[in-house]
Nanobody
């Protein structure tokens, strides 16, 4: 599966973002989908993921409570909705995938990655 993230841009602190990740291929519904981000000069950080059927989601501690990941297997798209943004949310956001029917989380060895979309939160 090939992934294409979009929706990044400049957002004011306190605002919201909605990112999309479009996947090609017929087997999208068999993939666990995740979002990671990387801020300048920092390591990549797990944002969250969603199981192949949308049955469960996991979120990183820094975004939990203000983030929702959803997916539409009919359109091969996964979404990231994040609210109450702060400048610490600035970074390149990547979607990633791993073909699995089972459990997946931050430790899953995702092997398909999109090119990333830049989100800048201004104070």
């Amino acid at each position: 599966v090939q992934l294409q993230a979009s929706g990044g841009g400049l957002v004011q602190a306190g605002g919201s973002l909605r990112l999309s990740c479009a996947a090609s291929g017929r087997t999208f519904s068999a993939y666990c989908m995740s979002w990671f981000r990387q801020a300048p000069g920092k390591e990549r950080e797990f944002v969250g993921n969603i199981r192949w059927n949308g049955g469960s989601t996991y979120y990183g501690e820094s975004v939990k409570g203000r983030t929702t990941i959803s997916r539409d297997n009919a359109t091969n798209t996964v979404y990231l909705q994040m609210n109450f943004l702060t400048p610490e949310d600035t970074g390149v956001y990547f979607c990633a995938a791993r073909a699995t029917w089972g459990h997946c989380d931050r430790w899953t060895p995702y092997d398909q990655w999109g090119q990333g979309t830049l989100v800048t939160v201004s104070s």
